[in-house]
């Protein structure tokens, strides 16, 4: 795979940089960041509370400007977006995996992966956002949870949720997986299920996932693992 298809159906940020505050109180929270992540492939970034792994999941996913540096996902350079369409692009391109599945409290599984179709979420293809991999009930079923797409949040276990998460997040056939702490509020057993899924996801439907964690256990199941100390990315 040459360098230009990866950065057309991944994700690639070169010599990104953020800071927060100015003069003495200034902290430079990512420092000339570059980082490729390809179709098809789960990269971990592990580091110290405070080293900058959130705000590098809210770069790559448009949620914060960088002050230097390129962002460039499925060939689209987002530092260059209005606010209109970083937000369309954030729902056609982008999924998200927070910590504890954020789900709904009243909405059922089903219901919670079909939210994104009623806010405007479409696949990458030209395919009715109902069909394919769009559809809730085969979601649910690719991450083993059809027998409970009618129950709500409060009926499923924590690892239930983040498989729902999951699910929600891949329902508008996203070119980039951004993942927060999957595995904080999961026991060993689940959390090596959950990555074991979120890895299979990956592969399967080639999208570029980058999960940051404090969990060193589940690390073997990615494809690489990156660490992130003081805004500096080393390998």
């Not at 979120?198 to 693992?225: S, Y």
Request: net charge positive; charged share 25%; hydrophobic share 40%.
């Amino acid at each position: 795979m040459t360098v230009e298809s990866i950065v057309r159906q991944g994700i690639s940020l070169s010599d990104v940089s953020l800071t927060f505050g100015s003069g003495d109180h200034a902290v430079a929270a990512l420092d000339r960041i570059d980082m490729t992540v390809r179709a098809g492939e789960l990269l971990a970034v592990v580091g110290p509370s405070g080293s900058g792994k959130s705000t590098l999941l809210a770069v790559a996913g448009g949620l914060a400007r960088p002050d230097t540096g390129q962002v460039l996902v499925h060939g689209t350079e987002m530092t260059t977006l209005s606010r209109r369409q970083l937000a369309r692009f954030r729902r056609e391109h982008i999924g998200f995996v927070f910590q504890t599945g954020n789900l709904i409290p009243a909405l059922t599984a089903r219901d919670q992966v079909r939210l994104l179709d009623r806010t405007g979420g479409r696949k990458r293809g030209t395919a009715p956002a109902s069909s394919g991999t769009a559809d809730p009930g085969a979601l649910l079923a690719a991450v083993g949870m059809a027998a409970k797409a009618g129950r709500r949040p409060h009926q499923l276990s924590g690892g239930e949720r983040q498989r729902v998460g999951i699910a929600r997040a891949l329902a508008t056939d996203p070119t980039l997986l951004l993942v927060d702490e999957p595995t904080a509020a999961l026991d060993r057993a689940r959390s090596h299920e959950v990555i074991e899924l979120l890895a299979r996801q990956t592969r399967e439907r080639k999208v570029a996932t980058i999960m940051v964690t404090h969990d060193h256990d589940i690390l073997g199941h990615c494809d690489r693992v990156l660490t992130l100390v003081d805004g500096r990315l080393s390998g």
